[in-house]
T-cell receptor
Framework: DAKTTQPPSMDCAEGRAANLPCNHS???????VYWYRQIHSQGPQYIIH???NNETNEMASLIITEDRKSSTLILPHATLRDTAVYYC??????????????FGSGTQLTVLP | NAGVMQNPRHLVRRRGQEARLRCSPM?????VYWYRQLPEEGLKFMVY????????ESGMPKERFSAEFPKEGPSILRIQQVVRGDSAAYFC??????????????FGPGTRLTVT
């Protein structure tokens, strides 16, 4: 799976959009971008994933650049409960690929009141 | 639909004792993954199991650790003769069949093992 680079920490004001960047310049054509988050001491929570197109669900939006070398996770209206470590993970989805998730250091997002 | 369940949530063991951690996957999920998170570190993959089969144990320590996922009942992560370095949060995740379709892993709340 491709390596990802994320800033170690970010702050965001409550109610504002939180934009979390991820660099994955070595991503291959059939690797997906996944985002998980871990709120303090809890199990990681799946947020969203995508391949090429931008994706949106009830939690967040995922913007993937046209060359797919980077992506941004957007939390449109951050709340205090969104304070967590956010992990960007790139992985191959195929019958022969490894199944496990490889977590990096992630970005500690702190939402400020 | 209940999520991934783990028990116990907290487990205290003395050095040399055995620890048994249980994981019940989400309904309809037949694939289980165990991860370990040492204090102040990220999650590390340990083992991936399907019912009655260990598929990938490349992240498991060579000694004292074992895992199973029987035909009936929860998946068990067993640590024999625990040492202080085993103190960590152990997370279980489950998924549907991986492979040709994208899939997500859903995590349980974790078991926090403390070795005294």
């Amino acid at each position: 799976d491709a390596k990802t680079t994320q800033p170690p920490s970010m702050d965001c004001a409550e109610g504002r959009a939180a934009n979390l960047p991820c660099n994955h310049s070595t991503i291959s054509g059939n690797e997906y971008v996944y985002w998980y988050r871990q709120i303090h001491s809890q199990g990681p929570q799946y947020i969203i994933h995508g391949l090429k197109n931008n994706e949106t669900n009830e939690m967040a939006s995922l913007i993937i650049t046209e060359d797919r070398k980077s992506s941004t996770l957007i939390l449109p209206h951050a709340t205090l409960r969104d304070t967590a470590v956010y992990y960007c993970i790139v992985r191959l989805i195929s019958s022969g690929s490894a199944r496990q998730l490889t977590f990096g250091s992630g970005t500690q997002l702190t939402v400020l009141p | 639909n209940a999520g991934v369940m783990q028990n116990p949530r907290h487990l205290v063991r003395r050095r040399g004792q055995e620890a048994r951690l249980r994981c019940s996957p989400m309904k309809g999920h037949s694939h289980v993954y165990w991860y370990r998170q040492l204090p102040e570190e990220g999650l590390k993959f340990m083992v991936y199991l399907q019912k009655e089969n260990i598929i990938d144990e490349s992240g498991m320590p060579k000694e004292r650790f074992s895992a199973e996922f029987p035909k009936e009942g929860p998946s068990i992560l067993r640590i024999q003769q625990v040492v202080r370095g085993d103190s960590a949060a152990y997370f279980c995740a489950s998924s549907t069949l991986p492979g040709t379709a994208t899939y997500e892993q859903y995590f349980g709340p974790g078991t926090r093992l403390t070795v005294t």
